[in-house]
T-cell receptor
């Protein structure tokens, strides 16, 4: 089945630093989505990407849909303590079809 | 803005019992998805419904069944519960007829199921 490899697995950064994480797939996806999940809560949609090469921003977050359609990255600029959580990439291949999730990146921010 | 509602938020059951999880999608959303997330794992797709018809199926055990009702809410029925069924169960919804955003899935807060 499809696999999404997400890296890094975890990261410790200082407040104010920029963060980068990425996802790679063995298969092509039509849509890439980035979610943030706090412990015991549901994933919250951050950014959705629909076209190869698309670069989209949402506040301090920027994400790109890779040209090959097999990868995506997420950047967070000037991190703040509330950025702490687990970030998941997710992709799907059809219309209203299931999401395949990445393995997650656990972000911890120190003051 | 209204979000996805799930009930109950927490559920404790014994082995071999049954459980019913409920999901109320965002108003006007027509597609519902169910995911299971084990400790330290990423969410795994179980099943989805569009306009009350099953639209996709993942690794859902035969002991589980689900349906979507005329008011678009959905229920996940789980029978003969096993210890391994302990997990967070999420419902997500999307609007298929929503143009470019049709693949944006919005998740509920989840139901934490504990099987003893």
């Amino acid at each position: 089945g499809q696999q999404l490899n997400q890296s890094p697995q975890s990261m410790f950064i200082q407040e104010g630093e920029d963060v980068s994480m990425n996802c790679t797939s063995s298969s092509i996806f039509n849509t890439w989505l980035w979610y943030k999940q706090d412990p015991g809560e549901g994933p919250v949609l951050l950014i959705a990407l629909y076209k190869a090469g698309e670069l989209t921003s949402n506040g301090r977050l920027t994400a790109q849909f890779g040209i090959t359609r097999k990868d995506s990255f997420l950047n967070i600029s000037a991190s703040i303590p509330s950025d702490v959580g687990i970030y998941f990439c997710a992709g799907n291949t059809g219309t209203a079809s299931k999401l395949t999730f990445g393995t997650g990146t656990r972000l911890q921010v120190t003051l | 803005a209204a979000g996805v509602i799930q009930s109950p938020r927490h559920l404790i059951k014994e082995k071999r019992e049954t459980a019913t999880l409920k999901c109320y999608p965002i108003p006007r959303h027509d597609t519902v998805y169910w995911y299971q997330q084990g400790p330290g794992q990423d969410p795994q797709f179980l099943i989805s419904f569009y306009e009350k018809m099953q639209s996709d199926k993942g690794s859902i055990p035969d002991r589980f069944s689900a349906q979507q009702f005329s008011d678009y809410h959905s229920e996940l029925n789980m029978s003969s519960l096993e210890l391994g069924d302990s997990a967070l169960y999420f419902c997500a919804s999307s609007l298929l007829r929503g143009g470019i955003s049709y693949n944006e899935q919005f998740f509920g807060p989840g139901t934490r199921l504990t099987v003893l």
